[in-house]
C-alpha cells in the first residue's frame, strides 16, 4: 500500500541511483537477448538522466562502473546496434577512450558504406570510395594507434585503421596495420581475413607471420585457422585440409571446419566427397547459409536439380534477402536454363554486398549463356577487383574474350587462370587451345602436356596431342597418343567419331610400320562401324592380307 502512494517527487537520491542502475543493467540484459529496440531505449533515459545523479559511478552486476563516457558508450552502442551509425557517432563525438574512439570511427565508415550502396547507381560504382571522408576516419582514428607515452596502440582501432588504408588504396601500409592488430588481439578473426585479401602472395603472409611475435596457444591457433583460409584461398588445397584436420582435433563440433573441409574438396573437383560433407552440415544446421552457395554450386556440376530446388526453398525461407540465398536461387535458375531470371538474382546479391565475389563470377557465366559479352566482361572484372586470386573470373574472361576472337586477350587470361591453378588439367587445356589458334603449336603441345600430367578427366589433352604430332608428321608419338585415347574410351566403354579417328589412324600407323597383326585388329574394330568408315576397314584388311 506505501508502494501505492509514492510519487515521483518523493524520489531521493538513494531511489534515483538505483533506478540508474536498474536501467544501465537493462541496456546489457536487453542486448544480450537482441532486445535492440528496447536496450535502446534504457540507454536513452540513463543518458537523459541528470547529469548530477547521486553517485558519480553506479555498481552493476557485471563488475563495471558506468561514468559519464560510459553511459555515452552505451547510448551509442544501441544506435550501432540498430544501424543508426551516424547517431551512434554523433553521441561520442566529445569522448576520448580508445574504446569509444574505435566505435565513432567504425560507425562512420559503416555510414559511408552504407551512403555509398545508397546513392551508386551501378553497381560496380559500390566498390568505389570516397577518399576525402575516409581520409578524415584515419586523422581521426590515427592517434590511437601508435604507442604513446608507454601505452600500446588500440587493437581494434588498428582494425579500422587497417579497413581505411585499404580503401584507399594504401596496401603496404594497410597490411601492416592489420598486422599489429592481430598481434594485440588475435582473436578478431575479421582483421585476419581483411589481412588474407590483402596478402596476394605467399611471401607477405610470412612476412606478417614473422613480425609477429606472440608465441602463446591462442595466437597459435589463430594462424593455423589464418594459414588453413589463406591456403584454400590459394588453391593449396591439400595443405589446407591437412590444417583444417589439425583444428578439427580441437574443435571437433565446429560447422565452419566441417564447411571449408568440404569446400576443399570441392576445389579438388571431388564433387561426391564435397557433396556429402555439405548435405551432412546442412542436416546438422538446417538454417545455415554461410557457404552453401557452394554447395549449390557443387549440385549445379552434380545437375542434382532436386536438392538444389530443396536447398533454394530451405534458403528461401532461412531468409530471403541474404546474399548467400540469391546466389542459391540463381543457381536453380541457371541450371533450369532460365538465365535472365538467374542474372535477377545474382544482382540482388551484390545490391546485398557488392563484394560478395561468388555473385560477380556466376553471373559472369550467366551473361556468357545469354550471349552478352560487354556485361560478361564487365562482371568478371569485378570479380578480379574483389579478389585477384579467383582463378574463375580470370577464366571466365579468357572464354569472353576467345568468344570475341580476341585470342592475345584470352592467352593473358588465361595465363592468369593457370599461374593460380596451375594443377587444373582445365586451365592448361584452354591456354592450348588459345595457343593452337595462334599457330604457336610448340606451345600448345607444352600446355596439353602439363594437363595431361595434371589428370585430365575428359581426355582432351590426348586427343588434341595425338591431332598435333598427327600434323606434324610425328607418327610415333602420335599413335602413343591415340593408343592411350582409345584405352581411355574402352574403360569408360565410350564410342564416337574420335573413336574411328583413333582406329583409322593407329591401323595406317601399323600397317605402313610393318607391324600387321596390330594393323589387323585396330582394322577389324573398324567392321563393327557402318559407313566409309567400314568400307575403309574392308580396304585395309585386304591390303594387309
Not at 570510395?129 to 582501432?157: H, Y
Not at 585476419?192 to 585479401?197: N, R
Amino acid at each position: 500500500l506505501r508502494v501505492a502512494h509514492m510519487t515521483l517527487s518523493s524520489a531521493t537520491p538513494a531511489s534515483i541511483g538505483a533506478l540508474q542502475q536498474v536501467l544501465l543493467q537493462s541496456i546489457s540484459d536487453l542486448s544480450e537477448r537482441g532486445l535492440l529496440h528496447a536496450a535502446k531505449w534504457s540507454a536513452e533515459q540513463v543518458a537523459g538522466m541528470s547529469p548530477n545523479s547521486p553517485a558519480e559511478s553506479v555498481h552493476i552486476r557485471t563488475d563495471s562502473l558506468y561514468d559519464a563516457e560510459q553511459v555515452k558508450y552505451a547510448l551509442a552502442k544501441s544506435y550501432f546496434d540498430l544501424k543508426e551509425y551516424l547517431r551512434a557517432a554523433d553521441v561520442l563525438k566529445s569522448c576520448g577512450r580508445s574504446k569509444s574512439v574505435f566505435l565513432r570511427c567504425y560507425a562512420l565508415y559503416l555510414a559511408l558504406e552504407k551512403k555509398k550502396d545508397d546513392e551508386a547507381g551501378d553497381i560496380r560504382d559500390r566498390l568505389c570510395s570516397s577518399s576525402e571522408e575516409l581520409n578524415a576516419i584515419l586523422r581521426e582514428i590515427q592517434p590511437f594507434c601508435v604507442s604513446n607515452a608507454g601505452s600500446k596502440p588500440d587493437a581494434f582501432c588498428l582494425y579500422v585503421y587497417g579497413m581505411v588504408l585499404r580503401d584507399l588504396k594504401r596496401l603496404p601500409l594497410a597490411i601492416q596495420a592489420l598486422g599489429q592488430s592481430v598481434q594485440l588481439y588475435p582473436c578478431n578473426w575479421s582483421a585476419w581475413l581483411d589481412l588474407a585479401t590483402l596478402c596476394v602472395k605467399p611471401d607477405a603472409v610470412h612476412r606478417i607471420l614473422a613480425s609477429i611475435t606472440t608465441q602463446d596457444f591462442v595466437s597459435l591457433v589463430m594462424r593455423e585457422f589464418f594459414l588453413a583460409h589463406f591456403e584454400l584461398d590459394q588453391q593449396q588445397n591439400h595443405a589446407s585440409l591437412d590444417r583444417y584436420r589439425g583444428l578439427s582435433n580441437i574443435f571437433p563440433q565446429s560447422t565452419y571446419l566441417h564447411s571449408r573441409i568440404a569446400t576443399a574438396h570441392y576445389n579438388l573437383r571431388d564433387f561426391e566427397s564435397g557433396e556429402a560433407l555439405f548435405a551432412e552440415l546442412h542436416e546438422r544446421d538446417p538454417h545455415r547459409l554461410e557457404s552453401m552457395d557452394t554447395y549449390s554450386n557443387i549440385l549445379y556440376v552434380n545437375m542434382n536439380r532436386v536438392q538444389l530446388s530443396n536447398l533454394a526453398h530451405s534458403a528461401n525461407i532461412t531468409e530471403k534477402y541474404c546474399p548467400e540465398s540469391c546466389c542459391i536461387i540463381g543457381n536453380y535458375y541457371s541450371l533450369r536454363e532460365e538465365h535472365d531470371k538467374a542474372v535477377t538474382y545474382f544482382q540482388r546479391a551484390l545490391r546485398l554486398d557488392s563484394r560478395y565475389l561468388a555473385a560477380w563470377t556466376l553471373m559472369g557465366h550467366e551473361y556468357i549463356e545469354l550471349k552478352n559479352t560487354p556485361s560478361a566482361v564487365e562482371a568478371y572484372r569485378s570479380a578480379v577487383d574483389v579478389n585477384p586470386r579467383d582463378y574463375r573470373a580470370w577464366y571466365g574472361l579468357g572464354q569472353t574474350y576467345e568468344v570475341l576472337g580476341l585470342h592475345l586477350y584470352s592467352l593473358h587470361y588465361y595465363k592468369k587462370a593457370t599461374a593460380l591453378r596451375p594443377y587444373d588439367a582445365r586451365m592448361w587445356c584452354a591456354l592450348g587451345a588459345t595457343y593452337e589458334r595462334l599457330s604457336r603449336t610448340d606451345d600448345a603441345i607444352k600446355c596439353y602436356e602439363r594437363a595431361e600430367g595434371n589428370n585430365d578427366r575428359e581426355g582432351i589433352a590426348v586427343l588434341k596431342l595425338a591431332r598435333l604430332y598427327q600434323n606434324m608428321g610425328d607418327g610415333t608419338r602420335a599413335s602413343h597418343y591415340y593408343t592411350i585415347h582409345l584405352a581411355r574410351q574402352d574403360e569408360e566403354q565410350v564410342e564416337g567419331t574420335d573413336t574411328v579417328e583413333a582406329l583409322i589412324y593407329l591401323a595406317n600407323y601399323h600397317k605402313n610400320s610393318g607391324r600387321y597383326q596390330d594393323a589387323e585388329k585396330y582394322a577389324s574394330r573398324l567392321l563393327d562401324f557402318s559407313g566409309k568408315e567400314k568400307e575403309e576397314a574392308k580396304a585395309l584388311l585386304r591390303e594387309i592380307h
